[in-house]
Structure formats: C-alpha cells, structure tokens
C-alpha cells in the first residue's frame, strides 16, 4: 500500500475530509503541479506560491508557498531552495505591506506534526494588531492539553 497522501484527522471541517478522501482513493496529491488548481500568484525556480483555499481565520493573508517536487520534508530540498524560500517570503512581506507575519512548515511524517497533506507546504500568513480570532497552528499530533 502506498504512503498516505492526506492525513485525515487533521481535516478542519467535513467538507474538506470528503475533499481529502475523494483525493486520496483517487492517487491525486492536490499540490502536485499537475493536480493543483488554485490559481498560482508567481513562481519561483522551485516553488509556486498561492492564496490558501481555506485561509486561517484571523489572517490578513494567508498564502502557501509549495515545492514543485513532491517532497515531505524540508530536507529533501537543496539549500538553494531554502534562500528561494527566503525571497519569496520577502516579495510577499513587501507586497503586502506587512508589518508582522508568521511562517508555518510541517515537515515529515504527517501523524507527528499535524500536517493534512505529505506534500511539503510553507504557510506564510500575514497578521494584524486586532484579529477576528487568534491565530493557532497545530504543529503536533493530538496529545492531551
Ligand atoms: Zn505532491
């Protein structure tokens, strides 16, 4: 049986686990370049970056700056990918004027660190002085609180 491309328990609502379920018996990992359907802001050498579908609440922005390689973990990416990464987040900052945001990247296996999906993916988020909600990303298995 081949590794898991979504993890379902991390889905946020049941229209999204149906989403990741149909995806999942059908082989289809939806950040592949191939599969993926959001409309693309830019690309990079190594990356493509698009709004999040399903925006954190609380976010000004919420983008997701994805691998066009279907790698799990950081670590699969050449060092050049990381300085990539790092000008992407900069154009992002300045083009949304940003005085503060946060960047979130599971890596690995999805029953540790709360990820949905295997394909590698950055959230960038950009943030406000007074949210709609607070901002929270799980980055672990449930455990007890
Ligand atoms: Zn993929």
């Not at 686990?17 to 592949?32: H, P, T």
């Amino acid at each position: 049986m081949p590794e898991a491309l979504y993890h379902l328990e991390a889905a946020r609502s049941d229209d999204q686990r149906a989403y990741m379920e149909d995806l999942e018996e059908r082989g289809i990992c939806v950040f592949c370049p191939e599969h993926q359907r959001a409309e693309i802001d830019f690309e990079t050498d190594s990356f493509y970056v698009t709004h999040n579908a399903w925006p954190y609440r609380g976010t000004r922005e919420h983008w997701l700056i994805v691998p066009k390689e279907h790698v799990r973990a950081f670590d699969e990416l050449p060092d050049e990918s990381g300085a990539e990464l790092w000008a992407i987040r900069r154009r992002l900052k300045e083009r949304a004027a940003a005085e503060a945001t946060a960047t979130v990247e599971r890596s690995g296996d999805m029953r540790y660190n709360g990820g949905s999906v295997a394909h590698l993916h950055i959230h960038f988020v950009v943030l406000e002085p007074s949210p709609a909600k607070t901002v929270r990303f799980r980055v672990s298995a449930w455990g007890p609180e």
